[in-house]
Structures are given as C-alpha cells and as structure tokens.
C-alpha cells in the first residue's frame, strides 16, 4: 500500500467552486485554502490543475486532487488516468478517483486506473464509494484509502445528513483508512464520523461555499416573500 500522506485525525477542507458560483476562480481557492490553513485543516481537496497550482503555490499541506470531467452523473471524478496525470502534475499528493462500481468513461477497469496511477505517477489514491459493495470492491482493486463522497450521489434523492452508517460498515470491513466525505456540515456531523470510525474528515460545502450557505439561510427564513 502506497504512504496514505494525510495523517490521522485531521480535517480536510474542499476548496472547490463550479461555474455559476462567483469563487469559480483560482485565486479565490488559493485564498479558501490560506483560510483553511490557518483555521488549523490537515489538507486540501481541489479540483482541476488550475486550482490545484494555485494552492500549491499557497500552501504545503497535503492535497487531494481530483479532475471532474464529463457527465455528473455518470463517473466523472477523475474518470481516467490522464485527467489523474494532470493533477499529480499540477501538485496533488494524493488522487480521488470515482470507486463506484459503474461503467467508466474510457472502459478500464477501477484497478487498471489505480495501478497505472501506482506505477506511473507514483501517488496514493482515495476511491470516492457510493455503498459497501462499492468500498470492499476498490479496496480489492488497490485504492489505498476509501471516501464516502459518492454516497447519495448515484440514484434517487440526495439524503439531507452524511451517511454515517457507511463511515462505520467501511471502518469495521476494509483494511485501510476511511475518509468521511458528503454533506458534513456540522462540528457535531465531524464529531459522530471521528466516532464512526473515519481516520479523516472532508468538509467542503459547510466552509468553502458561502453561496450555498447563503441560500440555506434564506430558506430557513419562515413566511419569505419571493419577489
Ligand atoms: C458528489 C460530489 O461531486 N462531491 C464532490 C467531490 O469532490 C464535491 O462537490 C463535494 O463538495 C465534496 O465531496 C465535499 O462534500 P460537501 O461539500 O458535501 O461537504
């Protein structure tokens, strides 16, 4: 198993924007992940090798790098090993690939990808799961630790709360560490995954984006008028 560079017990922050959200720009990341930083997180999750260079330029913290390309809802967080090359490139420590069990965009094979990330560019990777099944099979495929990210995101409604029920299947069957990643939006949220069994926790939306925060505010607003 390759180093797992993250160490135990830390909170990672995700400094990503989309389009459509005004921080989608390099330099606003780079400064999300000096906030970060100095509020004491363990390591970044980036996207892209735009973002990723400009918080490699700000910080020394580990970085988890993921390229999202293609359909969202299909497999999209780092769909090949070319999109991993230009993250490891751009200053990623360690790789998030999609860890589903779905079809993949270049037909390789889960562990074809993780093995050429291995062998080729020579960093960890993180298989981001959706259930169980999903978690055991990237662990046999050789993903060095597994994340929850994907829970939620592969059919029916997104669930309002973090699946912690998977944090603690994953942490009692797979040998390796558990990243609590979807929806942590509180310190109690971070509190029940440490206790779960999560070696870290991935908090993205609840920091990183004031838009979305914004609006969970207004809507908690009784009797809005909407003009
Ligand atoms: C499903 C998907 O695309 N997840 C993405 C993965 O990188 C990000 O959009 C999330 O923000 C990240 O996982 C952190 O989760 P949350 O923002 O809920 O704390």
Known sequence: MMNPVLAPGNLVVSCQ???????ADPAAMALMAR??????????????????????SVTDLPIIGIHKRGDPAGVFITPTLDDAAAIVRAGADLVAVDGTRRPR???????EQIRGIHEELGVGVIADVDD????????????????????GYTGGEVPGGPDLDL????????????????RIRTP???????EAGAYAVVVGYAITNPMDITA?????IPDREVV
Do not use: F, Y
């Not at 994953?170 to 609590?180: N, Y």
């Not at 109690?188 to 440490?194: E, G, N, P």
């Open 35 to 56: 906030a970060a930083a100095a509020g004491g997180a363990g390591g970044i999750r980036a996207n892209g090798p735009r973002d990723i260079v400009a918080i490699r």
């Open 17 to 23: 924007a989309q389009p459509g959200n005004p921080l």
């Open 188 to 194: 109690d949220h971070v509190r029940a995954a440490c």
């Open 105 to 111: 965009p270049d037909s390789r094979t889960l562990a």
């Open 216 to 220: 969970r505010m207004v809507q908690a």
């Open 167 to 182: 944090v603690r299947l994953l942490a009692g069957k797979v040998d390796c560490p558990v990243i609590a990643e979807g």
């Open 132 to 151: 169980l099944r999903a978690g055991l099979a990237a662990r046999e495929a050789g993903a060095d630790l597994v994340a929850t990210t994907l829970s």
